[in-house]
Each structure stands twice: as C-alpha cells, then as structure tokens.
C-alpha cells in the first residue's frame, strides 16, 4: 500500500489527511484500485474502488437465499446504487465511498441507516416503519427470508461474485 501523509484537508483544512492507494487481485473480477481519505484530525474519511481496466456499465442482481449468501463478495464503487428490495437503497453521490465488502456488509450498512432513522423519527408511524424493515433484515441474516440484491454501476467498477449473480449491460 502506498501512503503520502500531511495533505490539507478539504474538511478541517487542516495538514492531516493521509492519502492511500492499494492494489488488490479480486478472483473473477481482476485488479483493483483501492483509494483512500483519512483526516486524523477531524475524522473525515472518503475511499473508492475502481477496475484496473475499463469496465462497460453493468447491473447485477442476486437473491440472497440462505446464510451461506451472506458471505459472497461485493464490490461497490462509488458511482453505483445499490437497492435491496423493499428495505432501502444506496445511492450514489457527493459523500458515496466505494468499498470491498461482503453481502452481510452490505446489509448491515443499511441497517445502521434503518437504525438511525428508528432513533430519529418524530411520528410513531416512521419508527414502526422502521421496525418493520428492521425485522425483514433480521430474518434475512438468520436465514429465514429472501432479499433481492440489484446494483446498478456506470463505471461498471461494481460486481457481485457468485456463480449465481446475474451481469447484464445497464441500458
């Protein structure tokens, strides 16, 4: 991993930030180019992945169906949204990371959203909403429900890998 510390931070603006670059070979992906923000002094942090190759805009999709789903790697750059069924959706934009994670990961990412907005509501109505889906997340990780994984990528530096992941051209 190549590092080059105190750069200004676009945050704190401060002479903090480190910045770090990573290759890493992905099995049935290829190269990636892993990319990194971390201020230690105000804690801001970015990261992206890009393909060491260019990739044409894809959409996968997977249905998790059982725990052994639960570990399958994803790789998610920061252009893509990313829409699990009926609970929620990631979408990309000025503060979106990309990242190398696993279903599960990708889950619990949003579950801490769900968490948050939980705590959060004002009206009764939102945080049952909020349960509710939380509830539909806990049974998918336990096993016991299915959910639809759909990631739509223009860079194409996305991928779910699984033999049981679908690739289509993103129209």
Not at 13 to 18: E, I
Not at 64 to 93: F, H, Q
Not at 98 to 109: A, S
């Amino acid at each position: 991993m190549d590092t080059l510390g105190g750069q200004t931070c676009p945050v704190c603006a401060k002479k903090t930030l480190t910045l770090s670059e990573s290759e890493i070979e992905v099995p049935y992906f290829g190269t990636l180019l892993v990319f990194g923000m971390n201020c230690s002094d105000c804690g801001f942090k970015k990261g992206d992945v890009e393909a060491a190759e260019q990739k044409e805009p894809c959409k996968w999709t997977f249905e998790v169906a059982g725990k052994d789903d639960l570990s399958i790697r994803v790789i998610k750059s920061s252009e893509a949204t990313v829409k699990l069924g009926t609970i929620g959706s990631i979408d990309p934009g000025p503060s979106s990371e990309g990242y190398v994670t696993n279903v599960e990961g990708l889950i619990t990412r949003m579950k801490e959203q769900v968490e948050h907005l939980r705590d959060s509501a004002e009206e009764e109505e939102d945080k049952e909403k909020a349960r509710t889906v939380l509830k539909k997340i806990m049974r998918v990780f336990g096993g016991n429900d299915t959910l639809k994984i759909t990631i739509e990528d223009p860079s194409g530096n996305s991928a779910i890998i699984s033999d049981k992941a679908k690739k289509e051209k993103l129209k």
